[in-house]
């Protein structure tokens, strides 16, 4: 089944305490994406990825780290966690520039005490 | 500042009525614009796109660039269509900027 996994799908956590957030496609996509959804403000974008090594920021990228060493992989890292990253978080990938249609993951609801 | 405006925020209409979802966009140029809908515990998935100038679950989207709009209309609102509705407009880089969404409720 052609999917976007993201893991953990819960997580409570402290300031500080180094966190990272998977993220997985198996549809063999280029472009993956993080967004971040908080009541009022809709989605924002957070870092994208157009394909392995190349990553860039979107909207709100202070305070986390991407990388794509692997074309199904697109990991979120929060290095220093804080209570202003609490949030749902969502993972997208589409197949390319040409085919834009984004596919989504489950979410991620993140707490930062 | 490129945006995607959706004025409101919660949307109630009564089963059978029209619905419109308002979204206005401020980009320059030949927009890519999508509908993007949220159902209840379950993930973002695309409704509809303005390329393809399609109709998903009997809602439609025209692209007006004179008010450079997007509404998203259905003739009918169903029970089932309660969920939260996004526009999102793509830009030339690939990044994909949604507007703050539109809860609707349909009621009974």
């Known amino acids: 089944e052609a999917q976007v996994t993201q893991n953990p799908r819960y997580l409570i956590t402290v300031t500080g305490k180094k966190l990272t957030v998977t993220c997985s496609q198996n549809m063999n996509h280029e472009y993956m994406s993080w967004y971040r959804q908080d009541p009022g403000l809709g989605l924002r974008q957070i870092y994208y990825s157009m394909n392995v090594e190349v990553t860039d920021k979107g909207d709100v990228p202070e305070g986390y780290k991407v990388s794509r060493k692997e074309k199904r992989n697109f990991p979120l890292i929060l290095e220093s966690p804080s209570p202003n990253q609490t949030s749902l978080y969502f993972c997208a990938s589409s197949f390319s520039l040409l085919r834009p249609q984004q596919y989504f993951g489950p979410g991620t609801r993140l707490t930062v005490t | 500042a490129q945006r995607v405006t959706q004025p409101e925020k919660l949307l109630s209409v009564f089963k059978g009525a029209p619905v419109e979802l308002k979204c206005n966009y401020s980009?320059?140029?030949?927009?890519?614009l999508f509908w993007y809908v949220q159902y209840s515990r379950q993930r973002l998935q695309l409704l509809l796109r303005?390329?393809s100038r399609e109709s998903i679950k009997g809602f439609t989207a025209d692209l007006n660039k004179g008010e450079t709009s997007f509404h998203l209309k259905k003739p009918f609102a169903q029970e089932e269509d309660s969920a939260m509705y996004y526009c999102a407009h793509l830009n030339a880089g690939n990044m994909l900027t949604f507007g703050g969404g539109t809860r609707l409720m349909v009621k009974p």
């Open positions: 980009y320059s140029g030949s927009p890519e």
């Open positions: 303005h390329i």
